[in-house]
């Protein structure tokens, strides 16, 4: 998924867990002529400001961009697609996050209270059990597996610099020890003298040692490690039983992902100076 979405899964999901559907949810699209002011302009999430910019009212199509710095007067830009589907007396958001030909749209139940848009996150482990059950079509698949962080390799001392640091075998052909071979000739240095530690003088001329600590970010990094559940195609007897409490309520109620409205211009250079504002207030 592209950051924007990995931006909104952390901010919803309490878990490593996500409910997914195949198409937009709903079943007839949210005609928003008329009502295009309530939910274009800049707004404020969680993970940041983004806008919203209605591209097609009677289909009910929005544009959600956000944006960050990249660098010195550089900014990367990412617009998703929205839609607005109404399903009986509730309205879905759904969000396309489809990256090639893996179709996936993240989407909740949505109400726009005017200098607020309310969007609640399916549960998943409401919606486990159901999908299970063959109650909703769908399927469980593991997310992003998280890697092991591999052992950290042992490699031989090749000799030792003027100032008496080590230089390390790499074991790798052509590898960062290939440019300092001169200092294999560099006398090894004098130590001082032995205290109750280990003394350095001991380590020999072709001690295996552990390598240096890697930095964090150069650790293998984990995914989510959950599972997806991705909803299939539903029938209207499936969304009259998600808006029922017969299994309870389906959605992280206590957890809704909040928009603040800001304003309602939609246009780069605002949303720009809304995303410093927010970073600064971040601490970042």
Known sequence: MRWICMGLLAATLCGCSTVVSTRPMGEAPLDLSGHIAEWQGTWRAPVG??????VDATNGVLAMTSTKPVGWWRWSNETMTVYLRTAGDWTYASIDCTEG???????????????????????????RPLVESGTFPGTIEKMIKKKKQAAQPVFPILGYTSNGEAIYETGVPGGPSEPF???????KPEMPPSTEDKPAADAAHDVSVEAPPM???GSAMSGFGGDQITLGDLEPAHYELIASSSNGVLFAWDAPFVLVKESARTDLRHLRAATKRWMREQGK
Not at 181 to 187: I, N, Q
Request: net charge negative.
């Open 101 to 127: 030909t893996n179709a996936c749209f993240l989407w909740g139940k949505v109400e726009n209270a005017g200098d607020f848009i309310i969007w609640w996150t399916p549960d998943p482990e409401k919606f």
């Open 49 to 54: 400001p983004c806008t919203l910019t209605v």
């Open 215 to 217: 930095s964090e970010a």
């Open 181 to 187: 071979t001169w200092a294999l000739d560099v006398p």
